[in-house]
């Protein structure tokens, strides 16, 4: 359903299968889904997501802030994990990690990500989620690190 009403009925450059990049953005027709995105606009691949730096913890210091839209009902799901936090959402598996390297899955140090209550990020940054979505955002446990968000099949 979602794909037939983003434009995607399954010809040349509107290929509809979960693998397929028919915007050539870099993030699959799953990912697109997922995360909110329009599959047949490349340029709106980077406002998917929201990266910023902010006290958050009260310690003085700011952490590094995350915010990405998910669909309904998969924000609250989120819990803290070290180095990942993950949920399922309407046949989407999220997983949020993070690293002190940008090798998120291959090794380096890990830092914890914390899913916060509400989102961190306000309307002025991101506007309104899409329709079906709503914002989650997660820090983590100091200034630098690298986020590494992937979006799969739920199995």
């Known amino acids: 359903?979602?794909?037939?009403?983003?434009?995607?009925?399954?010809?040349?450059?509107?290929?509809?299968?979960?693998?397929?990049d028919p915007d050539t953005g870099g993030l699959n027709n799953l990912g697109?889904?997922?995360?909110g995105g329009d599959p047949l606009n490349q340029n709106d691949d980077g406002s998917l997501l929201h990266v910023t730096s902010r006290e958050?913890?009260?310690?003085?210091?700011?952490?590094?802030?995350?915010?990405?839209a998910v669909r309904n009902g998969a924000a609250a799901k989120?819990?803290?994990g070290d180095p990942a936090t993950s949920t399922e959402e309407d046949g989407i598996l999220y997983t949020v990690a993070a690293n002190t390297t940008p090798e998120v899955a291959?090794?380096?140090?890990?830092?914890t990500v914390t899913p916060f209550a509400t989102p961190a990020a306000i309307a002025t940054e991101l506007g309104t989620p899409p329709a079906g979505y709503e914002y989650a955002?997660?820090?983590?446990?100091?200034?630098e690190g690298y986020f590494q968000v992937t979006v799969d099949e739920a199995p």
Do not use: C, M, Q, R
């Open 137 to 143: 955002s997660f820090y983590i446990n100091g200034p």
């Open 32 to 35: 697109e889904f997922g995360l």
């Open 78 to 80: 989120f819990s803290a």
């Open 56 to 68: 958050v913890t009260g310690g003085g210091d700011p952490e590094g802030v995350l915010t990405i």
């Open 106 to 111: 291959g090794g380096g140090a890990g830092v």
């Open 1 to 20: 359903t979602w794909a037939v009403s983003n434009g995607l009925d399954g010809s040349p450059g509107k290929e509809s299968g979960e693998a397929n």
